[in-house]
């Protein structure tokens, strides 16, 4: 058996194309079909089946590139055994959401790391949907999600349909997030609700925000909590450096966030508040494709991430 060609079907499961696996291998679609025939007759199952969204494992496929994953990885261990001072090209690649708590700590970490070794990063902060999807397809070596309590269940049955593995990272409650100029800033006296703020100052949300199998869950949630009748005024943008300028720029606004840290807060003068509404129940949760065994650099970055998250969750927020 040519492992080799665990190399080819593991790059075919990542891009769901014979075509564009056989250009990132660098070699004829022709011998790459040939190859994956030739190793499926070997094992004796099906490893790969043509749909309308691409080509995709079958059940027995699935089984087999978890093996063949592992066994990658023994092959990549194994070489660097062999060759101690050849030079390895080191690359860490997560996506997350856009929030401080997570940016703060992914800095820190940076700050701190020491390696003799080349090693390239790729933190990529977007939506949920197009985490899963650079875990699922694009390589990346973990991501983390977030999603309301409400939607749960979808995105569980949407990772278990992708394969992925998750691990509770926070469940917390959105805090309104405000300049210190914003007139509930420092009224503590006044118990901020989301409908209070939505009904007569302008809100900065995420633009590409979704759930699987849902179309408009996530705007159908704030809707309603919000009054009915009274008109409102929403900024969607698609970055957090953007929101934060905002927030700066018109007084206000507000958005709503997870806890963010202190000196994030002072650095651009905000203000975060209780902000009580049904819904509000959120998670971050970490997730990773299936036998995924998490590197040194990983399990380093994830325990800083805990150990910012146990920063701010315990503030005494009004």
Not at 151 to 158: I, L, P, Q, S
Not at 184 to 209: F, M, P, R, W
Not at 222 to 227: G, I, L
Not at 287 to 311: C, M, P, Q, T
Request: proline residues 4%; hydrophobic residues 35%.
């Amino acid at each position: 058996m040519n492992t080799l060609h665990f190399k080819y079907a593991v790059e075919i499961e990542k891009t769901r194309s014979i075509t564009q696996a056989a250009e990132n291998l660098y070699m004829a679609q022709p011998n790459l079909s040939k190859a994956i025939k030739e190793l499926e007759q070997t094992l004796g199952i099906t490893i790969f089946r043509r749909t309308s969204k691409g080509v995709i494992p079958t059940d027995q496929g699935i089984k087999f590139l978890e093996y063949a994953k592992q066994i990658l990885v023994q092959i990549d261990n194994m070489e660097a055994i062999h060759s101690p001072d050849k030079p390895r090209n080191n690359k860490l690649r997560i996506s997350v959401p856009r929030t401080g708590y997570i940016s703060k700590a992914f800095s820190e970490y940076i700050a701190k790391l020491e390696t003799e070794e080349d090693l390239e990063i790729i933190f990529c902060e977007t939506n949920s949907l197009r985490t899963i999807e650079n875990v699922r397809e694009k390589g990346y070596d973990f991501g983390i999600i977030r999603y309301n309590t409400a939607h749960e269940k979808y995105f569980t049955d949407f990772l278990a349909e992708k394969s992925l593995e998750s691990k509770l990272l926070w469940e917390f409650k959105m805090l309104a997030v405000m300049s210190e100029d914003h007139p509930y800033a420092k009224n503590e006296e006044v118990e901020i609700t989301y409908s209070l703020l939505s009904d007569s100052y302008t809100e900065l949300g995420q633009g590409d925000d979704a759930v699987p199998y849902v179309s408009g869950a996530v705007e159908k949630l704030y809707a309603a909590n919000r009054s009915e009748g009274v008109p409102f005024k929403k900024v969607l943008l698609y970055d957090r450096g953007s929101g934060l300028d905002f927030l700066v720029t018109v007084p206000q606004a507000f958005m709503l966030d997870s806890p963010m840290p202190e000196s994030l807060c002072g650095k651009y003068g905000l203000v975060q508040r209780k902000c009580d509404f049904p819904d509000n129940s959120y998670k971050d949760v970490i997730i990773y494709a299936s036998g995924h065994k998490l590197s040194v650099n990983e399990r380093n970055l994830i325990n800083r991430l805990y150990e910012v998250r146990n920063e701010v969750a315990f503030n005494d927020y009004k």
